[in-house]
């Protein structure tokens, strides 16, 4: 079946540390992939995104490159801040990029030390 | 832009009783709401996907006649939890898309309803 696996958190860093969540995913089609973000309190907002492989999604200086060749969607920063603290959730949807019937990963909960 | 809300945030209720949670898109048209479920440590797990005005579409597993989701304007669905029970305490998460915001194919979530059943 189709699935996503990240990793176990919960994630603690210091300040200005660098970032990497790993997502894996299996899926019976050519999945679009997405990461998305949820600060305390807050719904869910998509992050960033990449409809197909090699594509790489950026925004608010997190980056993710789907690399069809290993299933994954690996998101990282080079310099994270407290503000960042939040729990991260990597998704599939196999319907385009319509984003239809989204399959979501477990979510990493993310703590960043001043 | 691009809000969701949901009502209530929390609502704790005793078993047997039915609980109404309301998803509201604030400032663009909702042609497509989903419904997820969220256990502690879990993945969010669709529940049934609606289109206004039509019936709404079940996952696998997922009892209708348990779960009543209304969509009957582009602004609002409703799930109601009928005859709770204890096993039905989880966080209900809506998400939303449709025309009128600037990614129109992109979901919106709202912020989730913690419903514990007594």
């Known amino acids: 079946g189709n699935s996503v696996t990240q990793m176990e958190g919960p994630v603690t860093l210091s300040e200005e540390a660098f970032l990497t969540i790993n997502c894996t995913y299996t899926a019976t089609g050519y999945p679009s992939l997405f990461w998305y973000v949820q600060y305390p309190g807050e719904g869910l907002q998509l992050l960033l995104k990449?409809?197909?492989?090699?594509d790489k999604g950026s925004n608010k200086g997190f980056e993710a490159t789907y690399r069809k060749e290993t299933t994954s969607f690996h998101l990282e920063k080079g310099s994270v801040q407290v503000s960042d603290s939040a729990v991260y959730f990597c998704a599939l949807t196999l319907l385009g990029g319509s984003q239809g019937n989204l399959i979501f990963g477990k979510g990493t909960k993310l703590s960043v030390k001043p | 832009g691009a809000v969701v809300s949901q009502h209530p945030s929390r609502v704790i209720c005793k078993s047997g009783t039915s609980v109404k949670i309301e998803c509201r898109s604030l400032d663009f048209q909702a042609t497509t709401m989903f419904w997820y479920r969220q256990f502690p440590k879990q993945s969010l797990m669709l529940m049934a996907t609606s289109n206004e005005g039509s019936k709404a579409t079940y996952e696998q597993g997922v009892e209708k006649d348990k779960f009543l989701i209304n969509h009957a304007s582009l602004t609002l669905s409703t799930l109601t939890v009928t005859s709770a029970h204890p096993e039905d305490s989880s966080f209900y998460i809506c998400?939303?898309?449709?025309?009128?915001?600037?990614?129109?194919?992109?979901?919106?979530f709202g912020p989730g309803t913690r419903l514990t059943v007594l």
């Open positions: 998400s939303a898309y449709g025309t009128g915001t600037s990614r129109y194919n992109e979901q919106f």
């Open positions: 990449a409809t197909k492989a090699d």
